[in-house]
C-alpha cells in the first residue's frame, strides 16, 4: 500500500507491529533458530540421565552445580517450562507458516496460470517453435491429445490472436511442504499428550503432591493419588507371584505419585529362563487382567516387547525382582573372640533386629549371579620402587577389588545366590553388604565373597574368606576369633617359639625372646579399633631406620605366618579339635587366611552373615502406560513421509503451447518450466520437443 506525497514521489506505508510479529515468527530463520535450541535441549537431555534421585546428581556434580543444574532443570529436560515454551512457539510459527502459504499454494495448484503472454513465453529458457498445415484449431486439439498422453492435464484458452494450451503436472509437490510442515505440528501435539504436562497441569491446579513418605500404599493420602480419569500416565507396579495390584507408581523428581488403574493385575506365574551362563535369557509373566468396574477379565502371557492391552492401557514386562524371598542365614562375629555363630532368619524388603546396636534391613536376593572369575594379578604382589606402605596399600585395594568387573565374556560364570542387606546403626548410619551363599574359585583360591559398600553409587569392594576343608567359614572364623584373644596369642607365641628352638643351645633365653617376638607381632597384626593387619605392620615398620626396614620386615613377617600357624593349632586345641596337618593346602589356606584378615578390618561390620537356605519368592516388574498420543504421532509421522515423498519424487511441470493463424496453416510457441531442473526434466523437454511438432499419421 503507498500514499501520495506533496514531491510527487510514492512513499511506503509501515506495517503494523502486529504484522511484523506474525511474520517473523512464522519466518524460516525463526522455526531454524528453534530447531537449533530444541536439538540442543535434545543433546542435554540424552546425555544427561533424567529423572534420577537427587543423591546421584549430588555424588556426580557436588552440592553447587547440583543447585544450579536443578534451577536449570536439567534433570528433567522434556518436562521444564522452557522447553514446553520452546515447543509451543515451534508449534505455533509452524501452524501459521500452514496458514499463510497454505492456501497460496492450494491455489497455485489449482491454477492453470493461463494469463501468461506469449512474450513471455519468449524469455524461457526450454522453448521451441515449429510451424504445421493444420488449422489452429485442429493443432491446438493434437497437441492437447498428445499432452494428455504423455501424462499432463490439460486446458484449452482462446485468445483474442490465438489459442493457449495450458499443461501442469506433479502440481501435488506442493502437498509435500503442506504435510511436512504438518507432521512437525502433529508430532509435537501427540508428544505433549503422552508427556508429563497433564500430570504437572494436576499438581499446579489441582492440589496433587508427590509422596515422599514410606509405607503401604493403601494408606497414602488422596493428594498424591491420581483418579483413573489420567489421560495419559507412564508408571510401573511390581507384583510378587500370586499377588495382586492395582496401582502403579509415578517417579517425579522429589517424590512419587500413585496411579490408580482401571484394572487390577493379578500375577499367576513368573518364567525365567537361563544361558548356561547363568545370565536372563527369556522372562515372561502369566497374567489376569479383571476390569475394577465391569468385572471383564482377560487371560494373557506378558513378555519383553509383547505387551498386554487392556482396555487402552499398555502392560509391558519391564523386569523383575525379589518378591520377598524368606531367608535362613548363619551369623558370624566379625569381632572380639568370639567364634560361634548364631542363627539368624530375614523376608526380603523387611527388617531384622540383629541386637541393641543394629538393625538388618534385606534389601534383595538373587538365586543366580553372573561374575567374571578369570584369572587376576596376584593380589599379594610386591611392586619394586615403591614403600612397603605403598606396596601393602596397592595390594589391599587389589585384594578388595569388585568382583563385579568383567574383563572377558569367556569367564562369566553363575557363582549361585547371593543376599543383600544393610546394616543400619541406632544413628542411621548403614553399610551395605552382599554375601555369596558358595565359594567361588578366584585365582585357583576357593574363597567366600563378602561385599561391602559405604555409598550405593559405589561399586562392591569383596572380602574373600578362604574355605576351609568342610567348605565353610569355620576355620577362619576360628582363627580370626583367636587373634582378638590375648590368651590365645601368648599360648601361640610360646608354642611357636618351642617348635623354632626345640634343641636351642642358647636355651631359655631365646626362647622367651622369639616368644615376645611372635606375641608382640600377633598383637600388632591384631591391631585395635584404628588399625590392624598389614597397614598396622606398615606403620611399626616406619618407625625403623630405613636402610633396616626391608630386612626387617622379612623377619617380621616370617615370625608373624609362623606364629599364626600356631593360633589356628591352639583355637583347634581350645574347640577340642586335632591340629592339621602340614601339607600344602593348609599353608595355601594360611596364607589366604592371613590376607583376609589384614582386609577385615576395612569389612567395617560387626557381623558376616552367611546364606544357608531360602524360600525364592519372585516378582515381576510391569510399566504401564497410557499413551493417546501414540496414534497422533503415528499419523504425524505419516504426514512426514508423505511430505517427503511428496517433495522429493513428485516434480511439478508447467508447459504452454500458444497457437496463432499462419499463412500455410499455424505457427506454435511451446514453453516448459520446474521448480527443479534434472536429467528427466531436460529429457522429458526433449521427447516433447519431437513429438509435439510431428504430424499426424
Request: aromatic share 10%.
Amino acid at each position: 500500500m503507498s500514499s501520495p506525497s506533496t514531491t510527487g514521489i510514492q512513499l511506503k506505508t509501515r506495517r503494523p507491529v502486529v504484522g511484523e510479529i506474525v511474520e517473523l515468527i512464522s519466518s524460516m530463520r525463526f522455526a531454524i533458530a528453534l530447531l537449533a535450541m530444541i536439538a540442543i535441549a535434545a543433546i542435554i537431555g540424552t546425555v544427561m540421565k533424567q529423572g534420577e534421585p537427587s543423591a546421584n546428581y549430588i555424588n556426580q556434580f557436588g552440592p553447587f552445580w547440583y543447585e544450579i543444574f536443578r534451577k536449570i532443570g536439567l534433570y528433567n529436560v522434556y518436562s521444564t517450562w522452557w522447553f514446553l515454551l520452546l515447543m509451543t512457539a515451534l508449534v505455533t510459527s509452524t501452524t501459521l507458516c500452514i496458514v499463510r502459504n497454505g492456501p497460496k499454494m492450494l491455489k497455485d495448484m489449482r491454477s492453470w496460470r493461463e494469463n501468461v503472454r506469449e512474450q513471455s513465453l519468449l524469455n524461457f529458457h526450454h522453448k521451441m517453435q515449429w510451424r504445421s498445415p493444420l488449422p489452429r484449431q485442429a493443432l491446438a486439439q493434437q497437441s492437447a491429445a498428445r499432452l494428455k498422453d504423455a501424462g499432463y492435464q490439460v486446458k484449452l484458452v482462446e485468445k483474442d490472436s490465438g489459442t493457449l494450451v495450458a499443461a501442469k503436472q506433479g502440481a501435488a509437490n506442493k502437498f509435500g511442504y503442506i504435510f511436512a510442515h504438518s507432521a512437525i505440528v502433529i508430532i509435537c501435539l501427540g508428544a505433549v499428550m503422552d508427556s508429563d504436562v497433564p500430570i504437572r497441569l494436576q499438581e499446579w491446579f489441582l492440589g496433587k503432591t508427590p509422596f515422599t513418605g514410606s509405607g503401604l500404599i493403601s494408606q497414602v493420602p488422596p493428594q498424591h493419588r491420581l483418579s483413573t480419569g489420567n489421560p495419559t500416565f507412564r508408571g510401573n507396579t511390581m507384583i510378587p507371584e500370586g499377588q495382586n495390584s492395582s496401582t502403579a507408581i509415578l517417579a517425579r523428581p522429589d517424590g512419587v505419585l500413585i496411579q490408580e488403574l482401571p484394572f487390577t493385575i493379578n500375577l499367576k506365574k513368573f518364567t525365567i529362563d537361563f544361558y548356561s551362563t547363568g545370565m536372563p535369557k527369556l522372562f515372561a509373566s502369566d497374567v489376569e487382567v479383571r476390569d475394577n468396574q465391569t468385572g471383564e477379565t482377560v487371560k494373557g502371557t506378558i513378555e519383553v516387547n509383547h505387551p498386554l492391552i487392556f482396555n487402552g492401557v499398555a502392560i509391558y514386562q519391564s523386569s523383575f525382582e525379589d518378591g520377598g524371598s524368606k531367608l535362613k542365614l548363619s551369623g558370624f562375629p566379625m569381632s572380639g573372640g568370639d567364634s560361634k555363630p548364631f542363627e539368624i532368619a530375614g523376608e526380603v524388603g523387611g527388617t531384622t533386629p540383629l541386637n541393641d546396636a543394629y538393625t538388618v534391613e534385606w534389601t534383595g536376593f538373587r538365586p543366580f549371579n553372573v561374575e567374571n572369575v578369570g584369572p587376576t594379578d596376584d593380589p599379594r604382589a610386591v611392586t619394586k620402587g615403591k614403600s612397603l606402605e605403598e606396596e601393602l596399600a596397592q595390594s589391599l585395594d587389589k585384594h578388595t577389588g569388585s568382583a563385579g568387573k568383567n574383563a572377558s565374556n569367556k569367564n562369566l560364570k553363575n557363582v549361585g545366590p547371593s543376599v543383600n542387606y544393610k546394616l543400619r546403626d541406632k544413628t542411621g548410619q548403614a553399610r551395605e553388604y552382599q554375601n555369596y551363599m558358595q565359594p567361588v574359585t578366584v585365582d585357583g583360591a576357593t574363597v567366600f565373597l563378602a561385599g561391602v559398600r559405604a555409598n550405593p553409587s559405589d561399586n562392591f569392594s569383596y572380602l574373600r574368606i578362604p574355605a576351609d576343608d568342610g567348605h565353610s567359614v569355620k576355620e577362619w572364623m576360628r582363627l580370626r576369633a583367636a587373634l582378638h584373644d590375648p590368651a590365645l596369642r601368648s599360648a601361640a607365641a610360646q608354642r611357636y617359639a618351642e617348635r623354632a628352638t626345640p634343641n636351642s643351645a642358647a636355651g631359655d633365653a631365646l626362647r622367651a625372646q622369639l616368644q615376645a617376638s611372635a606375641d608382640k607381632s600377633l598383637g600388632i597384626f591384631a591391631g585395635n579399633d584404628k588399625s590392624g593387619g598389614f597397614m598396622a605392620i606398615s606403620q611399626f615398620l616406619e618407625k625403623i631406620p630405613p636402610g633396616e626396614q626391608e630386612k626387617a620386615a622379612d623377619v617380621f613377617m616370617k615370625i608373624l605366618n609362623g606364629s599364626l600357624w600356631d593360633l589356628w593349632q591352639v583355637a583347634r586345641a581350645k574347640d577340642g579339635l586335632a591340629s592339621v596337618s602340614e601339607d600344602e593346602n593348609h599353608a595355601r589356606f594360611l596364607q589366604l587366611a592371613t590376607n583376609a584378615l589384614s582386609d577385615a578390618f576395612f569389612y567395617g561390620g560387626p557381623v558376616y552373615l552367611q546364606l544357608d537356605d531360602f524360600t525364592e519368592i519372585k516378582a515381576s516388574v510391569f510399566q504401564v502406560t497410557r499413551s493417546p498420543g501414540k496414534n497422533v504421532v503415528y499419523l504425524g509421522c505419516l504426514f512426514l513421509v508423505l511430505g517427503v515423498f511428496a517433495m522429493f519424487y513428485i516434480r511439478e511441470r508447467r508447459l504452454w503451447i500458444w497457437i496463432k493463424d499462419d499463412a500455410a496453416g499455424a505457427e506454435a510457441l511451446m514453453a516448459m518450466s520446474t521448480q527443479r531442473k534434472t536429467l528427466d526434466f531436460e529429457r522429458e523437454f526433449e521427447i516433447l520437443k519431437e513429438k509435439l511438432p510431428q504430424s499426424a499419421a
